[in-house]
């Protein structure tokens, strides 16, 4: 694979997110929060979810929501104020508010990040990240096809 293909991750990667779908029941400095600090991965992470450790997230009507779907990097955010990313082998529905959701080219850096590493998490538009999956479509096509050639 061509080298520019290949992603790099660096000590504390900045994991981009779409707001919502819920991110109306979270206070302006909640939101403030998870945009601007760092996290670090626990321990008890696994496939199921990414728990991360930082500043409270606060809620502004509570943390709890009639059960709905829940997508591949959802980021729940129990009565803890601590968010988890929902990974690969989460539940398909669940009750608790969303701030935001990984989007889905970032999600390998979160599966690189160490217990004790930190990342950071930057919000992208839902235009943004559309361009930015189809720019990381194009360099992983263009690798694949110079490493054949």
């Known amino acids: 694979m061509a080298r520019r293909a ?3 991750y660096g000590s504390e990667p900045t994991i981009r997110v779409v707001l919502g779908p819920q991110a ?3 206070t302006r400095a909640g939101v403030g929060a998870l945009l601007g600090n760092a ?3 626990l321990p008890q992470s696994d496939r199921m979810g990414a728990r991360l450790s930082g500043e409270r ?3 502004s009507r509570g943390h709890d929501i009639i059960s709905d779907g829940i997508a591949l990097g959802a980021i729940q955010v129990p009565g803890d104020g601590q968010p988890i990313i929902l990974l690969v082998d989460r539940q398909s529905t669940g009750g608790y508010t969303k701030v935001a959701t990984v989007c889905s080219f970032d999600i390998g850096r979160v599966g690189q990040v160490r217990p004790g590493q930190s990342l950071r998490f930057r919000a992208v538009t839902v235009d943004e990240a559309h361009r930015l999956l189809r720019e990381a ?4 096509e263009t690798g694949f096809r110079e490493e054949i050639a």
């Open 24 to 26: 109306d029941r979270f």
């Open 39 to 41: 996290y670090e991965m």
């Open 57 to 59: 997230i606060t809620h």
């Open 137 to 140: 479509d194009a360099v992983l």
């Open 6 to 8: 290949v992603p790099a």
